[in-house]
């Protein structure tokens, strides 16, 4: 029996290279003329989230954010009669995983609700674009815009900074002649805030002294020492929230005493209980494009119910994670609305240029989506930390565009 | 001037820090020959369990609490792990201790995610100024306790049974199981001390201006692999040289980053590199290591 | 893997002996080249990913495991194929600039920039021993990862630049060809299958014959006693400098073919945590041999993402965004746990471990070591 063995394994062999020559399953699968993601009764998108790795909270809580507009959705009867269903897949902020993941959720949804990284981002583009693929985003920089494949929701980081300084000056913190400091982060987040306050600072007068720093810089120290030597009378944020903590408390350590504004990611609400508490509560404020989860009106309040009830007493990490996932799940479902005739992935992109007047009650600004190459809003938001505010953050002013944000040219990348 | 003495006092602070983590990186490959790829992560699980512990039991009992539970893991990696491999194979303990890092920075990860958890201790949030100089009171502290420390951990391998035997062990392993010491209960001990050291230079790196504990303090503790190649792997001296070095250097170099800027951003975090290359051209064994030698 | 008879005449039994094996190979060959016609992207894609990790542990277990130079910095080299490639390859884009030469010759230039860049360490590298030497190149990820994100007309600092497409002779390795092959189309993923197995298939047959020829008895020699080597006649500085270039190109060639499978260079991917898992990869396999790397790269890269895929179906284990134990984070436990079970149980390796169960299947007289 054992001397048979080469002639078992020559047959093998020779079955196999007959099977190679024969027709392959995967060639009749890949051309049918259905769209991917999309029966009868179902419409598929894909989520691309860290939920593993460093920004994992940020990821979890815009899945579940995303998931409470989804159930809302289905239980009012869906879209196009269809229910939404989503894939999610965890990348933990990882290139290598997130491009095979995407190329596994690819071929079994319509769009991406939500691809979240930079970095990632970056790697799918060249993909994104093959497929005619409509994602959305969890990242607001200007060199997003112009690619009609990208959702970017609300303002872009350099009119957030522009919005920002402008604040800083109408509330009489900063005046002319004085300088601003800016500590900003490596990569398209910081640089692009940097063009806004270069411009901002220009236009009215101002001084600006920059620092640049990595995301993985824990001591700040030497940063804020340089802003402070320089004379500023502001600063001007662009960090992660633990970064946050380190420079206000430095700030403090050093007994610089002056108004920190910060982007958008660069609060957790976790931070109301370390040693940066006093500082943040003193001196922090926050620039934002999208809407505050302890806002008092029927649509946010509607939101922090959900999230109550799911999660009883513990409050989410970040606020403006929960409103935007859900707001721009909302979002999604307008644009597929309007194309229910053409469910393809080039109908839906042709149906994201139609929204023009979007919007949710205190979950964000008005969305104009028709020119890829235009921010879909120039508003934003200044929220400051308070204890007792829902998710740690109440309200200075609503949505509101500065002059000089109208006026600014955004140049597309 | 004064800009210079507090970058200084700053650096010879966090160059302390380093000085203990290297400490218990140096004395467990002494006693052992282990390098311990997962010291950062013993160093991350004590300070987490001081700062989560922290709010019901407060600072004091919780510092206690992390420290005992970072021995009690250096103890069981050395009696569980480590005992059960063969003495000799130096790389194989190696890669076994990357594994126990991959599991316990997974666990770490789970639990820490991007959080920051208030270390709860005294001293956070105060600041003093001495003369011209303002400085948190963190800094001050560590520059008076960890002296005290190191000066505890000399005496007790000058003075101690357990010091000399170790020394001896060290020496010559072989000769020293011939007269009697026990060769295991040294390893063990020194796992312990290792665990101990990294919990306490834990606590002054997550301490204020650090807004507390989270994921980044295992990545700062890395700079102990070069403060320990700079000052000799074998040398105990060398570990607390090195870790000065490296801590004053990267802070003198973060503080002149601006005239520095040709070294390109955030340069301070990788001249401790250049530096530990530097020395070893000079110096292959670094500035206090022994000489190998070898015979045919 | 046969079990001869003694009796048997030698001849015969000699080639009844390596037929078996020959066909397996054959059979190996053939599935290998049919799989694009059948898998999915997803699987594909985890294969280029596994090939590429391989071509770059090949070249630590030549350093590591034969020379036995241990070494920390191979994510160092591995990332200078990859940004050499992009960089000489790739066009002027905004601010980031490139040379826009032609792919292949780009491949080339960036393996041997990789050699250049090992040659320049190799002065450090040998005077240095053991853990020395690991942790001086260690230095070389960190003072790298610096680069990266600084020399930014070059790297594109933080975000990355993206990365030219391999073409050959006019053929492009990527979405926008319209070849079609029995009905499949070839996009990027199918077409770059083949040429990642004929780079790998070289890439280990070359490594077979330095691990088995003169050069890896020299490097065996120098590990095991260096003055003993000296005395031999082996010029020892020169060995390790010839080993350590060597790695370099094998970490050259693995940068290029990471920067074909990511489409994209990105600094972040190349930082300790690779370098680690690269000496994971070699020991799991059993260090020293050129099955053992290939096999152990294949897990370590495979199981994260198909632990990942298959979460739902898993005890213990749940989907993403649920609340228990992340499919990543378990990947990462059963990694770590690995690593320590099988250097408690078996410090050689899973090939070791594979060979003697072999021993065990083979009547006692037949058993020899190797």
Excluded at chain 1, 264 to 291: D, E
Excluded at chain 2, 196 to 208: D, V
Excluded at chain 3, 74 to 81: C, S
Excluded at chain 3, 342 to 348: D, E, R, S
Aim: proline residues 4%; contains cysteine; charged residues 15%.
């Amino acid at each position: 029996m054992k001397r048979s063995r080469p002639r078992v394994v020559s047959a093998a062999a020779l079955a196999l290279a007959l099977a190679v020559t024969g027709c392959s399953s995967k060639a009749t699968s890949s051309s049918k003329n259905t769209t991917p993601g999309v029966t009868d009764t179902t419409i598929k998108l894909g989520m691309l989230m860290d939920l593993s790795g460093a920004f994992a909270t940020s990821g979890k809580t815009s899945n579940t954010a995303g998931q409470f507009a989804v159930d809302e959705i289905n239980a009012a009867g869906g879209v196009c009669g269809r229910k939404i269903e989503l894939v999610v897949r965890d990348h933990a902020y990882d290139v290598q995983k997130a491009v095979t993941a995407y190329d596994e959720v690819a071929p079994q949804v319509l769009g991406f609700l939500n691809v979240y990284g930079s970095a990632i981002t970056g790697a799918l583009r060249d993909k994104i674009s093959a497929n005619d693929m409509l994602v959305g985003l969890t990242a607001f920089a200007p060199t997003l815009l112009g690619d009609p494949h990208l959702i970017v929701v609300g303002s872009t980081y350099d009119i957030q900074a522009i919005n920002a300084v402008d604040w800083l000056v109408r509330e009489g913190k900063l005046k002319k002649g004085d300088t601003l400091g800016h500590i900003y982060l490596q990569g398209e987040i910081g640089e692009n805030s940097l063009k806004g306050s270069t411009y901002a600072t220009q236009q009215l007068g101002l001084k600006l002294a920059s620092q640049q720093i990595k995301p993985t810089d824990a001591d700040l120290t030497s940063q804020v020492n340089a802003v402070k030597a320089a004379g500023a009378k502001a600063i001007l944020l662009d960090s992660t929230a633990k970064q946050t903590a380190a420079v206000v408390s430095e700030a403090q350590a050093a007994g610089l005493d002056v108004p920190v504004v910060g982007n958008v990611a660069s609060f957790a609400a976790s931070l109301l209980s370390t040693a940066a508490a006093p500082a943040l509560l003193k001196q922090y404020y926050r620039v934002s494009g999208i809407g505050l989860l302890s806002a008092q009106t029927p649509a946010v309040q509607k939101l922090a119910e959900k999230w109550k009830a799911k999660f009883g007493a513990q409050q989410p990490e970040s606020g403006g994670a929960v409103v935007l996932s859900y707001f721009s799940t909302h979002l999604w479902a307008k644009i597929i609305g309007g194309t229910c005739g053409d469910l393809t992935r080039k109908g839906v992109l042709a149906a994201r240029a139609k929204v023009t007047g979007f919007s949710m009650d205190g979950l964000g600004p008005a969305l104009d989506l028709s020119d890829p190459a235009q921010p879909s809003s120039r508003e934003s938001q200044i929220h400051r930390p308070n204890k007792s505010a829902y998710a740690g953050m109440e309200m200075v002013e609503d949505f509101k565009v500065s002059d000089l944000a109208k006026q600014y040219q955004i140049k597309a990348g | 001037m004064t800009r210079l003495l507090e970058l200084l006092v700053n650096g010879v602070s966090l160059g302390l820090l380093y000085a203990l983590i290297t400490l218990g990186f140096v004395i467990v490959f002494k006693a052992t020959r282990v390098v311990n790829f997962a010291h950062a992560s013993f160093l991350l699980l004590g300070v987490y369990v001081v700062a989560s512990a922290q709010p019901s039991i407060g600072f004091g009992a919780a510092a206690l609490l992390g420290l005992a539970v970072a021995g009690l893991l250096g103890l069981a990696t050395e009696r569980l792990l480590l005992s059960r491999v063969d003495r000799r194979n130096h790389h194989a303990m190696a890669i076994l201790t990357i594994g126990l890092n991959v599991v316990l920075t997974a666990e770490l990860t789970r639990r820490l995610g991007e959080s920051v958890l208030p270390l709860g201790a005294p001293w956070d949030g105060h600041v003093v100024k001495l003369g011209p100089l303002t400085l948190p009171l963190t800094v001050v502290l560590t520059i008076v306790a960890v002296p005290v420390l190191i000066g505890g951990l000399t005496a007790l391998l000058t003075l101690t049974g357990w010091g000399l035997a170790m020394r001896a062990s060290i020496a010559d392993a072989e000769g020293a199981a011939l007269v009697g010491i026990r060769l295991r209960r040294v390893s063990a001990t020194a796992w312990v001390l290792a665990g101990l050291l990294a919990t306490a230079a834990g606590i002054g790196l997550a301490s204020f201006p650090s807004p507390g504990v989270s994921l980044s303090i295992e990545s700062v503790a890395i700079a102990a692999f070069p403060a320990a190649i700079i000052g000799g792997f074998d040398s105990l001296g060398g570990a607390i040289a090195g870790g000065l070095i490296v801590g004053v250097v990267q802070v003198l170099v973060a503080g002149n980053q601006d005239s520095l800027s040709f070294l390109g951003l955030g340069a301070g975090d990788v001249v401790a590199y250049l530096v530990m290359i530097v020395v070893l051209l000079w110096r292959p064994s670094g500035l206090f290591g022994s000489k190998e030698f070898s015979r045919v | 893997m046969s079990d001869a008879t003694a009796t048997a005449a030698v001849a015969p039994r000699a080639v009844a002996r390596r037929l078996p094996g020959a066909l397996l190979l054959a059979a190996a060959v053939v599935v290998l080249l049919a799989l694009p016609l059948y898998l999915e992207a997803f699987w594909l894609r985890i294969g280029l990913f596994s090939m590429a990790t391989a071509v770059g542990a090949l070249g630590l277990t030549i350093l590591f495991g034969a020379a036995g130079q241990l070494s920390l910095g191979h994510a160092f080299f591995v990332a200078v194929g990859t940004y050499g490639y992009a960089f000489l390859s790739g066009g002027d884009t905004g601010h980031v600039k490139g040379l826009g030469l032609p792919p292949i010759v780009a491949a080339v230039l960036a393996t041997l920039l990789a050699g250049v860049c090992g040659l320049l360490f190799s002065p450090v590298a040998g005077r240095l021993r053991g853990i020395y030497l690991g942790i001086a190149s260690l230095g070389l990820v960190f003072l790298g990862h610096h680069l990266l994100l600084n020399l930014r007309p070059v790297t594109g600092g933080y975000d990355g630049r993206s990365v030219t497409p391999f073409s050959l002779g006019g053929f492009l390795f990527s979405d926008s060809s319209d070849l079609a092959v029995l009905g499949v189309p070839f996009g990027a993923v199918e077409s770059l299958w083949y040429l990642f197995l004929a780079v790998t298939a070289v890439a280990t047959l070359v490594a077979r014959n330095v691990l088995r020829g003169r050069p890896g008895r020299a490097f065996r020699l120098m590990r095991d006693n260096e003055v003993g080597a000296a005395a031999m006649g082996v010029r020892v500085q020169r060995a390790k400098a010839s080993a350590f270039v060597l790695s370099s190109m094998y970490a050259g060639v693995a940068g290029v073919l990471t920067a074909l499978a990511f489409q994209r260079a990105v600094p972040d991917y190349f930082d300790l945590g690779l370098s680690i898992d690269f000496l994971a990869m070699i020991i799991l396999g059993g260090l020293g041999s050129t099955s053992g790397a290939i096999v152990g790269a294949t897990f370590v890269v495979a199981l994260p993402i198909v632990l990942s895929r298959y979460a739902d179906a898993l005890p213990l284990v749940v989907g993403p965004g649920q609340d228990g134990l992340d499919a990543s984070i378990a990947a990462q436990f059963v990694y770590g746990a690995l690593v320590v079970v099988v250097m408690l149980t078996q410090p050689g390796g899973l090939r070791a471990m594979v060979h003697t169960l072999r021993q065990r299947r083979r009547p006692p007289y037949a058993r020899r070591t190797p």
